[in-house]
């Protein structure tokens, strides 16, 4: 006869529940610590092939406050707008680079993945007519890894490809870890 046998049924689930309930309190999830937030309503247009700093502010602020990465630390960048590329064709897009810049340093760094092979990830593309329509809100995740300590500030820079101007609306920027 086994111990636990001894144990009336009743006692062995409670005791079965209470191990369980103990293991799931222990694998408690990971929580993400928000670094910056910011959002912006309104349109912005008239960027091209050149690229220009988004504003990420109603007051027009072109980078996020700074933040700290420590040694080995990661943060990932999530950015949505509606999009919209003015362009006749079809072969026309809005490209972004998610920019961390060092604060101390200047250094800037493209995040992965947005600015793949030199501009061909698509935030959003050209529907073949002229003017701007065909809206659509997007998001991109980029990743902060492999980056020196210290204070960083967040930028995106959209640019068009093969002709159009682009237009962002309406946008959110959250940085986590």
Not at 8 to 24: E, N, Q, T, Y
Not at 122 to 130: I, L, R
């Amino acid at each position: 006869m086994s111990k636990l046998s001894r144990f009336p049924v009743a006692s062995r689930a409670l005791l079965a529940g209470l191990i369980g309930a103990a293991a799931l309190a222990a694998a408690v999830p990971a929580q993400a610590e928000i670094l910056v937030t910011m959002t912006r309503q309104g349109n912005f247009s008239g960027f091209g092939a050149g690229g220009t700093l988004m504003p990420l502010k109603p007051d027009g602020a072109t980078q996020t406050p700074a933040f700290n990465v420590p040694a080995g630390g990661r943060f990932i960048v999530s950015y949505s707008a509606e999009c919209s590329n003015d362009a006749p064709g079809t072969t026309s897009w809005v490209t972004l680079e998610i920019r961390a810049v060092n604060v101390n340093t200047g250094a800037v760094k493209v995040l992965p993945p947005t600015n793949t092979a030199g501009g061909q990830d698509a935030f959003c593309t050209s529907n073949g007519t002229a003017g701007h329509d065909g809206w659509a809100t997007q998001t991109v995740i980029a990743t902060g890894v492999q980056l020196p300590a210290g204070n960083y500030r967040i930028q995106v820079l959209a640019r068009t490809v093969n002709g159009g101007t682009g237009w962002l609306s309406d946008s959110s920027l959250v940085v986590w870890r």
